[in-house]
């Protein structure tokens, strides 16, 4: 990794845009001593270097080293302070937080009145708009003051504001332990992706039911209720039960449909709704729905109203790149899917401080398969060697396995044989360690490995016999997850009826899609 990508004070100002860096200017100005201060100079420098060089740094003798570190820190939290006053980076969440800060002022200088009127106004805009734990801060203030000074604000106010805090801390707990339920759910998948077993499904159950707390829906808010469908979308991925993977992430995009004014206050989380829907439609091969929900979504995200910010670009580009993607493989639409290639890596650049590397694997996962579909196996193998090679990635354990079967059936297709007995040894230790050695990969590199010693005229009979036996793991409830990652029974009906895979992928899209309509 390349040292202007480790340096985040050279990455922040990499992502100004303009307005910005001229408002910083502008801030910093503000004061005449400032206009030629080091830091200053430094933020001049920085903006023209291309890449972070601190040697080339210091020969502009404008800092020296003893004090590159301090004016650096000094410099970056002055860039901090002057995106918090844009008006591009201020919303709900900022205001109130500013008001409270405001209150509290109010309140060391002994104005108690101006600072309960000022809480109790800033609460009420917190509760409106689902910002409990800042309203529970808030109350808690209010405690302070009125049980420290004799205010006699309102009559009761004790009463009211031990029900008030009583209640959000409840509400508070319940979003607590929902959300980290979620999110360990979200690491689990991220380091083995679906359950591979049995047993693994038991555990996870098991998690699941024990952490998941007691709550009465009619009780619950718009928080509340985002983190509770956002745990069951996880368990439900992670148990490949991608029917009710689309029942919740249909639940969590109607649950912002339901409060519009949430989804400028949490674009991101809305987004991400937005994203795992597709992703369920897409599992479930279902694709008028997928391409009904991807039109309103790409609308949606382009209208002048959506949130815009680096973060919000960087999403849209990610999730709008990845369901294209993900039309063209339930389309069979290969050739154009190879089409959207350079355009995505052209973005990668752009993007490259806002996406993380496993993002990127993964797209290069989907991009060895649309060249695998489209018959181009030296790409195919180009990419997977990307993610096979890396080293300083701790990737999702199935993608990393399914990408060395890939590899091997590539190698295979391309004629690149003379390693082939070599790549399958590999393979099979991998699998091995991984714990991901299982019946379809067995029967796949039994195959892969006896095709040597089978004669030219039965080669057609042994993919039909691959083909069988492969088809009795089709729906499988722990076997079937290999087919999510390659559709390894198209492949061989493509080699048995002499036709190209992406054509068998189109030809069973039509047909479903014809039943369908009838």
């Not at 303009?18 to 200017?25: C, D, H, P």
Request: with cysteine; glycine share 4%.
């Amino acid at each position: 990794m390349t040292k202007d990508q480790k340096d985040n004070l050279f990455l922040l100002i990499k992502s100004l845009t303009k307005s910005e860096k001229r408002q910083f200017k502008l801030y910093v100005g503000r004061l005449g001593v400032n206009t030629d201060s080091k830091f200053l100079n430094l933020f001049t420098i920085l903006d023209k270097l291309k890449v972070y060089d601190e040697v080339q740094i210091l020969k502009f003798g404008v800092v020296k080293k003893s004090q590159l570190a301090n004016i650096k820190a000094h410099l970056y939290r002055q860039i901090l302070v002057s995106l918090k006053l844009n008006p591009s980076h201020q919303n709900i969440r900022s205001q109130i937080r500013e008001q409270l800060d405001f209150a509290s002022i109010l309140y060391h200088k002994g104005l108690y009145k101006q600072s309960l009127k000022l809480l109790d106004k800033s609460k009420e805009i917190a509760i409106q708009n689902e910002e409990k734990n800042l309203a529970f801060e808030i109350v808690e203030l209010e405690k302070i003051i009125e049980s420290q000074y004799i205010t006699r604000s309102i009559r009761g106010r004790a009463d009211e504001l031990t029900v008030q805090a009583t209640e959000l801390s409840a509400a508070n707990v319940i979003a607590s332990k929902l959300s980290n339920l979620s999110l360990q759910l979200y690491g689990i998948f991220l380091k083995t992706g679906y359950v591979r077993s049995a047993e693994e499904s038991n555990k996870v159950s098991t998690y699941f039911n024990d952490h998941l707390p007691d709550y009465r829906m009619e009780e619950m808010g718009f928080r509340e209720k985002l983190w509770l469908f956002k745990a069951y979308l996880w368990y439900s991925f992670l148990l490949q039960d991608f029917l009710n993977c689309y029942k919740y992430s249909l639940k969590w995009v109607n649950l912002f449909n339901q409060h519009p004014s949430m989804i400028n206050l949490n674009p991101v989380f809305y987004l991400k709704g937005n994203n795992y829907l597709l992703e369920s439609l897409f599992l479930i091969r279902n694709s008028d729905k997928f391409k009904e929900h991807f039109e309103k979504f790409e609308v949606i995200i382009q209208k002048d109203s959506f949130p815009k910010d680096e973060n919000v670009h960087a999403l849209s580009f990610l999730y709008l790149s990845t369901n294209r993607i993900n039309l063209c493989f339930m389309e069979g639409s290969f050739d154009e899917g190879l089409l959207l290639i350079p355009t995505i890596e052209t973005k990668f650049k752009e993007y490259q401080s806002r996406i993380d590397e496993h993002h990127i694997m993964s797209f290069y996962y989907k991009f060895a398969c649309m060249h695998f579909g489209a018959g181009q196996n030296e790409a195919c193998i180009a990419y997977l060697q990307k993610i096979i090679t890396n080293k300083s990635l701790s990737m999702r354990e199935d993608l990393l396995c399914f990408s060395r079967v890939l590899n091997l059936v590539a190698h295979y297709e391309a004629g690149q044989d003379y390693n082939l007995q070599s790549l399958i040894k590999s393979t099979y230790h991998f699998l091995l360690k991984m714990n991901e050695l299982h019946e379809v990969q067995k029967e796949m590199i039994k195959f892969i490995k006896g095709l040597q010693d089978i004669y030219p005229h039965d080669i057609i009979k042994a993919f039909k016999k691959l083909h069988s036996k492969l088809k009795e793991y089709e729906n499988h409830p722990f076997e079937g997850r290999a087919f999510l990652y390659l559709d390894i029974i198209s492949w061989l009906e493509s080699k048995i009826v002499n036709k190209p895979v992406g054509q068998i992928v189109r030809d069973k899209f039509l047909v479903k899609n014809s039943k369908v309509k009838k």
